[in-house]
């Protein structure tokens, strides 16, 4: 029986997205808020060390297998950890079980770093983006351009991220993301000057500075 990973001293129950804590009322009151703590652990050390989040996540599992935001949790860390191919499996349940395609670009993603990029090219074709949130789409669109740059196809890497919203006199909160993607599939291509001018953009949009355009834009302009 895989052991309970130590929860820190102040995660509570309460700082549980309210969403998942009504997904989590089918079980008894006890597990649902010890089931409910290790998924605020999980979330709370994703990014600085996936490997907890994910043992944490895994454990949830254990106990509670059939509620979407467990497999939901334990594909996150699991994605984030490296772990491409449990990342798969888990995202694909919560597909299956919510019927809704959330995480389609990380599912994709995924499906790249396994070295199938024409897998995830097949799963952005098959994808309706027009039901997806904003961000999501703008999400699959940048792993798309990626697995069109892994292909070689570094003209249609380009091509796959122009659109209406590449526009940085409307930043959205996605635009830094989209535009950094858009000046890094520019510069693999060769077009420099142009991917200096994206990459002051996404740096201009990215409030939160959490992307290094600033630093890549200088880097090509001294080049």
Do not use: C
């Amino acid at each position: 029986m895989l052991q309970a990973p130590e929860l820190p001293e102040d995660v509570q129950y309460s700082d549980l997205d309210p969403e998942a804590r009504r997904e989590l009322r089918s079980l008894p009151k006890d597990l649902a808020e010890r089931i409910g703590r290790h998924l605020v652990a999980a979330g709370q050390l994703i990014d600085e060390d996936p490997e907890a989040a994910l043992a944490h996540a895994r454990y949830a599992k254990t106990k509670a297998s059939r509620i979407p935001v467990v497999r939901e949790a334990a594909g996150l860390a699991a994605y984030h950890a490296g772990n491409w191919s449990e990342a798969l499996t888990e995202l694909r349940a919560v597909r299956r079980m919510t019927r809704t395609d959330a995480h389609v670009a990380v599912i994709a993603d995924a499906e790249r770093a396994l070295g199938r990029p024409e897998r995830a090219l097949d799963i952005a074709k098959e994808t309706d983006s027009s039901t997806l949130p904003k961000e999501v789409a703008v999400e699959l669109r940048i792993v798309a351009a990626g697995a069109r740059r892994d292909l070689g196809q570094l003209d249609a890497a380009v091509v796959a991220l122009q659109g209406d919203d590449l526009d940085p006199r409307n930043p959205q909160p996605w635009s830094a993301r989209l535009f950094y993607a858009y000046a890094d599939n520019l510069a693999a291509a060769g077009r420099r000057d142009e991917a200096v001018r994206w990459f002051l953009n996404a740096a201009e949009a990215d409030a939160e500075e959490e992307t290094d355009a600033a630093e890549r834009a200088t880097e090509l302009a001294g080049e």
